[in-house]
C-alpha cells in the first residue's frame, strides 16, 4: 500500500516545489497612460510577449490610467512590492540626476537619433545610475516627441513665447528652458489643463501629440507647432531586490522582451504621431518651428547641465555626436 502511495506522494511534492517557483506568479504593472497612449500600446505588447513565453508559469497583468498611481506613487509601490513592474516617464530624474538629460532642450533629434545612442548612454550611464538607487531599468520604451500648443499665435522663433502663460510639468529643466524663451510657467496637474485653458488661465502648453489629442487640447487650442523640443522616454522599471527574487525564467523573460520590443515601440509611435497629426490638423493651424534657433537659446542650460549633474558632459557629448546632422529639422 505505501508503495502505491509513493507516486501520489511525489506529485504533490512536485505541485508544491513548482508553486514555489512560480506557478501561478502574478505580476503587476502599472503605468498613467490613458487609452491609446504609446505607454498603454507598449504595455499590452510586452504583456503579451512575456505571457505566452512563461505560460502558467508566471502572468503579468497590466494597469493603466493611473489605476495604480502616477509615476511618482508607483515608483514607491515599487519599492514595497505592492507593484512589481511600472511604466515610469519624466519622474526617473527624481530617482537620479542623469535621467534629466532627456529634458535638455533640442539634444534628441528624433526616433532615428534615440535608436543611434541608446544602447550606449543606458548601459554606461543611465542603467548604472539607477540600480545604485535600488531600481533596474528593464528597457526604454516612450513618452512621446514633445510639441507646443496655444491658442495666440504660431510658434515659429523663441521670441513668439514670449509672455504666454504655458503649463509646464514640474520639472527642474524643463520649466528654466521654457523660462529662458520668456515663457510665464504654470505648473499644474493634468486634470487641470482643460478647464483652464477654457477659463482662459492659461495661453498654451507643451506635450506629445497623442496626450494632447487624448486631452482632447486640439479642441480647445488654434496653434500647434511643432517644436519637437524633447524626445520623452519612458522607462519599464523594476525594484533590483525585488527583481532578484523572481525565478531566473521569469527575470530572463522580463529582460528579453523589454529590450526586444524597444524599436516596435518607436515604430509604434511614429505610426500614433503621424494619425493623430492628421486629426489635429482638421482643427489646428500647423506650422513647423525654427529648431537651429531654439537650439542655440539653450546652450545656458547646457552649460549649467555639465557642471551641475554627475557623467552630464560625457551623456551630452555622446548623445550629440551620434547625431550625424545636429541641427536638421526632425520629423515630428
Request: charged content about 25%; aromatic content about 8%; overall charge positive.
Amino acid at each position: 500500500m505505501l508503495r502505491s502511495f509513493l507516486p501520489l506522494l511525489a506529485a504533490l511534492v512536485l505541485l508544491f516545489e513548482t508553486g514555489a517557483h512560480g506557478q501561478g506568479l502574478e505580476l503587476k504593472l502599472g503605468h498613467a497612460g490613458g487609452p491609446g497612449s504609446i505607454q498603454e500600446v507598449a504595455a499590452e505588447e510586452f504583456a503579451a510577449r512575456v505571457d505566452k513565453e512563461l505560460g502558467s508559469e508566471a502572468r503579468l497583468r497590466v494597469y493603466g490610467n493611473s489605476t495604480l498611481g502616477n509615476d511618482t506613487g508607483l515608483l514607491k509601490k515599487l519599492r514595497t512590492g505592492d507593484v512589481e513592474l511600472a511604466i515610469i516617464a519624466a519622474p526617473m530624474s527624481s530617482v537620479a540626476d542623469e535621467f534629466g538629460v532627456f529634458d535638455m532642450p533640442f539634444l534628441v533629434r528624433g526616433r532615428a537619433h534615440v535608436r543611434l545612442f541608446r544602447k550606449a548612454l543606458m548601459e554606461k550611464y543611465l542603467q548604472p545610475a539607477a540600480q545604485a538607487k535600488g531600481y533596474r531599468v528593464l528597457g526604454m520604451w516612450e513618452f512621446g516627441v514633445r510639441h507646443v500648443t496655444n491658442s495666440v499665435r504660431p510658434i515659429k522663433v523663441p521670441h513668439d513665447l514670449d509672455g504666454l502663460r504655458f503649463r509646464v510639468p514640474k520639472a527642474e529643466w524643463r520649466i528654466k528652458m521654457f523660462e529662458s524663451y520668456g515663457v510665464k510657467v504654470t505648473p499644474m496637474e493634468i486634470e487641470n489643463i482643460y478647464p483652464s485653458l477654457q477659463q482662459g488661465k492659461l495661453d498654451g502648453l507643451e506635450m506629445p501629440l497623442p496626450v494632447l489629442c487624448s486631452l482632447d487640447i486640439h479642441k480647445a487650442q488654434k496653434y500647434l507647432s511643432l517644436t519637437g523640443h524633447l524626445y520623452s522616454p519612458a522607462f519599464l522599471v523594476i525594484d533590483e531586490a525585488q527583481f532578484q527574487k523572481l525565478p531566473a525564467k521569469v527575470r530572463k523573460a522580463l529582460l528579453q522582451h523589454a529590450q526586444a520590443i524597444e524599436d516596435w515601440v518607436l515604430k509604434r509611435g511614429e505610426e500614433l504621431d503621424a494619425s493623430w497629426l492628421a486629426r489635429v490638423k482638421e482643427t489646428m493651424e500647423v506650422n513647423e518651428a525654427d529648431r537651429f534657433t531654439f537650439t542655440l537659446l539653450a546652450m545656458p542650460i547646457y552649460r549649467e547641465f555639465v557642471t551641475k549633474v554627475p557623467n552630464g558632459k560625457a551623456m551630452m557629448k555622446l548623445v550629440f555626436e551620434t547625431d550625424p546632422k545636429p541641427f536638421a529639422n526632425s520629423s515630428p
